[in-house]
């Protein structure tokens, strides 16, 4: 109930008290009275028929909108300014549109038809790839508020649900494409993935639990978890940790650590940094290192690197997620991840983002969680140890 209802209703009902007591001295009333009560009651009146009114003030429902950049501006751009906008080329965002215009979510339960996917894919990738509020992305495209947040709720579902078809571990032929991709970079054989983290900054703090997502660097955000190929494509991820959980935490819960017996065949292994716990299936860097081991950490780097530039090709693609503006965490989770599925979606159709920089979230930051409390993971760390020395072997043998 609004202030000015309030204090409406407060008026009608100290005018009722008035009139129930003037009722009371009958004895007393004059002409003057009758007058003053037949005015009581048409001011009553008036107020019962103000209170029905819904708002005490006029409201203006025809706001200007246009869309004319989107119909006329937009279409004249050639490729290299439409993918600025749209942040993809016009070939692939038609085969966006096509992929995602059989999703269910498109068909109207009712007469009135919905806007054409293709209006509705503008302004969710508007949203994601820029810094614009809502209000900017409704203006340019000519939109209510309300109606850009129900199109971007439409796109993120049909997106999503391509996320199988999009994101998935190597195996058969693949798996030997990976091997073979890493292993030209610098020569490291059996690569299957290179691991790392990166934070998703939230503009504003989490309604609930808020504390959980304050970084060190005093920030509130998202934990991600990431697995790449040689060419960066993510092969398997992991979102919506508190930004306050350490690498390692995220790592051991991870859908790759629980499913790690059936996903690393034969040799293979993930490379990360120190930040992740040694193990036949991950290896890291030397620590502290001597002559030969400063060198396979040299050529190391060179592997595990491409993680970091996938992170950050995406947050520069789309940078409506390097701070996300949302009330709701699930909203923010779903926007990253149609951000890693349609930067695979786009790598794999030859459509990369040159400018980019490496994952700025990318410190090592250990603070003791790599010291095992159980037999099984000391043991997991020894055998990471001679896996990383016959890795070293390998390597120097072959030059």
């Known amino acids: 109930m609004s202030r000015k209802r309030k204090e409406l209703q407060q008026v009608i009902e100290e005018k009722l008290i008035e009139r129930i007591l003037l009722e009371l001295d009958e004895e007393e009333l004059t002409d003057s009275n009758e007058e003053q009560e037949e005015d009581t009651e048409n001011f009553m009146l008036g107020l019962l028929a103000l209170n029905e009114v819904r708002y005490l003030e006029p409201r203006v429902y025809n706001i200007a909108k246009s869309q004319y950049w989107y119909n006329n501006i937009l279409p004249s751009y050639d490729d290299i300014r439409f993918k600025k906008i749209m942040r993809k080329f016009p070939e692939n965002f038609k085969v966006l549109v096509n992929l995602l215009g059989t999703h269910p979510i498109f068909i109207s339960n009712n007469i009135k038809q919905q806007a054409p996917v293709e209006l509705q894919l503008a302004v969710f990738l508007r949203r994601l790839g820029s810094k614009e509020d ?13 109606t850009v947040l129900l199109y971007c709720k439409r796109i993120m579902k049909a997106i999503i649900s391509h996320k199988a078809e999009y994101v998935k571990w190597p195996t058969g032929q693949d798996r030997k494409f990976v091997h073979d ?27 609930k639990e808020k504390y959980l997502y304050f970084t060190r660097k005093k920030r509130y955000a998202l934990h991600c978890q990431g697995i790449v190929d040689h060419r960066g494509i993510f092969i398997n991820y992991d979102v919506g940790w508190p930004g306050s ?11 790759f650590y629980s499913n790690r017996s059936s996903l690393i065949k034969g040799n293979d292994f993930l ?21 030969d081991q400063v060198m396979f950490n ?24 390097r701070e996300i503006s949302v009330k709701k965490i699930s909203t923010a989770i779903n926007m990253i991840d149609c951000s890693i599925i349609l930067h695979n979606f786009l790598e794999s159709h030859k459509d990369t983002w ?3 920089d490496s994952n700025e979230d990318d410190e090592e930051d250990n603070n003791g969680l790599n010291n095992f409390d159980n037999d099984n993971e000391e043991s997991l760390k020894r055998a990471g140890e001679a896996k990383r020395n016959w890795v070293m072997r390998k390597l120097f043998t072959s030059y």
Do not use: M, W
């Not at 959980?245 to 859908?255: E, F, I, Q, T």
């Open 354 to 356: 040159e400018d980019y």
């Open 245 to 255: 959980v350490h690498d390692a935490k995220v790592y051991r819960n991870s859908h």
């Open 271 to 291: 490379i990360g940094d120190s930040a992740y716990p040694l193990s036949p299936f991950l290896i890291k860097p030397f620590s502290k290192p001597n002559e």
């Open 298 to 321: 040299r050529i190391f780097s060179s592997h595990r690197i491409v993680v970091e530039h996938s992170f950050g090709r995406i947050k520069n693609r789309f940078s409506g997620i």
């Open 181 to 207: 991709g890493f292993e030209a970079i610098g020569g490291i054989e059996d690569i299957i993935g290179a691991i790392d983290g990166t934070h998703f900054i939230l503009q504003n703090a989490p309604q």
């Open 134 to 146: 809502v209000f900017s992305v409704c203006s340019r495209y000519g939109i209510a508020e309300g």
